[in-house]
């Protein structure tokens, strides 16, 4: 008697975990993890709101900026009615502009100006709130003015450095920059056709690591740089053993974004050969060819880049496609830490700062939750 009921007990025992196994089995779907990612992102809202310091993040227009854009896009639609959380960090937003339209904090010995005020226009444009529209346009024509070209005697021919965009205190543009610029650009309403990006994807395929390329350290691998001067590119990226330039993940997802927002279409060679690279080094765990270092805003290029290429699943090497969103969301949920922020243990660009990497993070979860 005894025996059968500790038999019955251990087969019921055996069940039970065979039936949680099946239970916890790994989402094979998005709209499987959709609960787990509405839990994430109230979360990491939440998070941001509990660090806010008089009215911002880290004392920062940019950071705050990018902050206030990750609330004002979450699936809850936040604005900036909903309290002094974000009415104060948008207040001060707008404080920070100055009289030829940028915003940024003159007390600063490094005031990033170009990253300041992209991010202000994106951070105003999603307010919805028509209100702003003076305040971005001027952002805008401060954007413009500040590309290196002839206005600054560049001349495209003989400057490589022609058609970039850079912090605006620093004598050298780079893609990072450009991209985040063409992005406010489009978002505040330029042109399609303005001279503006046409100028920029000059210096966008400078930056292209293809036949073609005649800046003396390119060769054909498709991916993309942070510049088209070799001494940058050798501070950040370069093969040990060649010394040669290697091209990486985030900046490769910055040129394929930059070269959609300039027109150039899906099927031109150019889009086709950043797609091919990309397919080749896909990775969720690693920004490709610089490990950990900025992984997040790796994330947050990823998926704003595919998001624009309008691309559900990436090609990859062997041909097999993968759903980038799902792979994605499983790896930001995994490193989500208890209190719903993120923080990359490389401090490098100021990942050290999870206030940032929260932003990163929760911009990129509303992209992916975008699709739900």
């Known amino acids: 008697m005894m025996k059968g009921y500790f038999f019955a007990l251990l087969t019921g025992i055996g069940l039970l975990a065979m039936l949680q196994s099946e239970t916890t089995q790994a989402p094979e779907t998005l709209m499987e993890l959709k609960p787990e990612l509405r839990g994430s992102i109230n979360q990491a809202v939440h998070y941001l709101r509990t660090v806010q310091k008089n009215g911002n993040w880290l004392n920062h227009p940019g950071v705050t ?41 003159p007390k600063s010995r490094t005031p990033v100006k170009n990253y300041s005020s992209a991010l202000a226009i994106l951070a105003l444009t999603a307010t919805k709130n028509p209100e702003y529209k003076e305040r971005i346009a001027l952002a805008q024509k401060f954007i413009v003015e500040i590309q290196c070209d002839e206005g600054e005697l560049y001349e495209k021919e003989k400057d490589y450095a022609y058609g970039g965009i850079g912090y605006g205190g620093d004598e050298r543009p780079d893609l990072s920059n450009l991209q985040l610029a063409l992005e406010s650009l489009r978002a505040s309403g330029l042109p399609e056709d303005h001279p503006a990006y046409k100028k920029a994807l000059i210096f966008i395929e400078r930056c292209h690591d293809v036949e073609g390329n005649d800046m003396p ?51 031109d060679p150019r889009v086709q050969e950043t797609l091919k690279w990309l397919g080749q080094h896909f990775s969720v765990t690693e920004n490709p060819n610089r490990g950990q270092t900025s992984i997040f805003y ?24 993968v759903d980038w969103r ?41 992209v992916i939750y975008e699709k739900l």
């Not at 207040?91 to 009289?99: K, R």
């Not at 989500?336 to 990497?357: A, F, I, T």
């Open 65 to 105: 900026a990018l902050c206030l854009k990750s609330i004002f896009e979450c699936y809850r639609q936040y604005n900036e009615n909903d309290g002094p959380w974000l009415r104060m960090p948008l207040q001060y937003i707008l404080s920070c502009q100055q009289h030829d339209g940028a915003f940024f904090d």
């Open 217 to 267: 350290w390119a060769h054909a691998s498709g991916g993309f740089t942070y510049a088209p001067d070799y001494p940058t590119n050798a501070r950040l990226s370069v093969d040990p053993s060649t010394k040669e330039v290697v091209p990486y993940g985030s900046m490769s997802f910055a040129g394929l974004k930059s070269l959609l927002f300039c027109k150039v279409s899906m099927d």
């Open 298 to 321: 790796y994330y947050h290029l990823m998926s704003k880049a595919l998001q624009v290429a309008n691309i559900d699943e990436l090609e990859l090497s062997d041909g097999k496609k």
């Open 326 to 366: 799902l792979a994605l969301a499983k790896e930001l949920l995994k490193r989500q830490r208890e209190d719903g922020s993120w923080v990359n243990h490389d401090p490098k660009y100021m990942e050290g700062s999870s206030e940032l990497c929260t932003a990163y993070a929760l911009n990129t979860l509303n």
